[in-house]
């Protein structure tokens, strides 16, 4: 009895070990994830009570967790007028980090009256170093890096945004 029961722990150890083996020479496929427009944004200067639009882009939303943790993640390319917005489920201090997102970013912080208070500019790729907000964010908008620069925002200046 005891000869059979170790002939079949044997046997089922083999069975699960090339079963396993198989498994794992299987090739990883990975496909380049597009950009998905799923709504606008723009982004304003107030100047005398009257707002000045700066620019408008095209956004992707993230407002779920699987999307926030992934965010612009194995992502090559993004053209100037897009970015990705991240919807927060409440307003408190944010920090990002840019751990496999391959291209150069701001990330731009927002209240949750849609000011901006502050920036983490040029976060370089592949970088896991924290990059937080410094002041409480409802949103986070993330751009192509020099772009906040380029555009010349500030602290104050507001945003609003509508879904596709």
Not at 53 to 70: F, H, M
């Amino acid at each position: 009895m005891r000869k059979n029961i170790l002939i079949l722990c044997i046997a089922l150890s083999a069975v699960t070990i090339f079963s396993c083996k198989k498994e794992n020479d299987k090739k990883i496929i990975t496909e380049e994830i597009t950009f998905k427009k799923e709504g606008e944004l723009s982004i304003y200067n107030i100047q005398d009570s009257i707002p000045k639009s700066i620019v408008n882009l095209d956004i992707e939303i993230a407002d779920n967790d699987y999307e926030r943790e992934t965010g612009l993640m194995y992502r090559k390319t993004m053209r100037e007028k897009r970015g990705m917005l991240f919807i927060m489920e409440t307003l408190r201090p944010q920090s990002f980090y840019m751990k496999n997102t391959e291209i150069s970013l701001d990330i731009i912080y927002i209240d949750e009256q849609f000011k901006i208070v502050s920036f983490q500019k040029n976060a370089k790729p592949l970088d896991p170093t924290s990059l937080p907000s410094g002041k409480p964010a409802r949103y986070v908008l993330e751009i192509n890096a020099g772009l906040s620069d380029q555009w010349n925002l500030k602290e104050g200046d507001s945003i609003s945004f509508k879904k596709s």
